[in-house]
């Protein structure tokens, strides 16, 4: 039988993707990459194909930091938390409060926490390359080979903005993950947020036409 920590075949393209166990949650260990990139110009709709953003418009950055999607084009056009949506079979999109069991996992492990501060939990979730060069000590950005005790694997993909024309930026800098749940008091999709300066991780409510990455979690 599967277990979580082996890598597993996406059916519908035949991707691979590393998978990771942490506390009780299995997570995949790579950014989803489904679907048929369309240029960052125009917006995913709704139609019978998966559509994905690449970074400056180049499969090769789909490939490194997997695709970016609208939270609408993720959801499938649906707003129930915790759905399938565009994951694998068997796997879901992680609501608001799976991230929070997440991130408070970790704020209970002293070996997780940096310099054994609160919340100070970024570095090891973070990839150990890719990112911008930071000099606070805790920071993501702060000597790249101490990241990822986790195994998570988080990469600063930057984003495709929703901006006229929908330009890409911030590759570098930041990662941020989109959550199945909406802040009701905004209208608002939460997500999850790393930046190469940041010792934290925040929790921040998003426009929902901006491309980010997507992580899948197993379901139970």
């Given at each position: 039988a599967w277990i979580c920590?082996?890598?597993?075949?996406?059916?519908?393209?035949?991707?691979?993707?590393s998978t990771v166990q942490i506390g009780t949650q299995?997570?995949?260990?790579?950014?989803?990459?489904i679907g048929t990139k369309i240029n960052g110009s125009v917006d995913q709709s709704q139609n019978?194909?998966?559509?994905?953003?690449?970074?400056?418009?180049?499969?090769?950055n789909c490939n490194t930091y997997g695709g970016l999607y609208q939270w609408d084009e993720m959801m499938q056009y649906s707003?129930?938390?915790g759905l399938q949506g565009i994951c694998p079979e068997e796997?879901?999109?992680?609501?608001?409060n799976d991230w929070?069991?997440?991130?408070?996992?970790?704020?209970?492990?002293?070996?997780?926490?940096?310099?054994?501060?609160?919340?100070?939990?970024a570095k090891v979730l973070a990839s150990t390359t890719n990112w911008n060069s930071a000099s606070n000590t805790c920071a993501v950005g702060n000597n790249l080979a101490s990241n990822n005790a986790t195994g998570f694997t988080g990469l600063p993909s930057?984003?495709?903005?929703?901006?006229?024309?929908?330009?890409?930026?911030?590759?570098?800098?930041?990662?941020?993950?989109?959550s199945s749940s909406m802040n009701t008091s905004t209208n608002k999709p939460w997500g999850r947020k790393m930046e190469y300066d940041w010792e934290y991780i925040g929790r921040i409510d998003y426009e929902k036409k901006i491309g980010y990455p997507i992580?899948?979690?197993k379901n139970n």
């Open positions: 920590g082996q890598d597993f075949t996406d059916d519908r393209d035949n991707k691979v993707y299995c997570w995949m260990k790579q950014n989803l990459n019978s194909t998966i559509e994905k953003y690449c970074y400056s418009d180049q499969e090769s707003t129930t938390p796997w879901y999109l992680p609501t608001d929070t069991i997440l991130t408070t996992y970790l704020n209970s492990q002293m070996n997780y926490k940096c310099n054994g501060t609160d919340n100070y939990i930057g984003c495709r903005y929703n901006n006229t024309g929908g330009s890409f930026i911030n590759i570098g800098i930041y990662g941020i993950w989109w992580r899948c979690i």
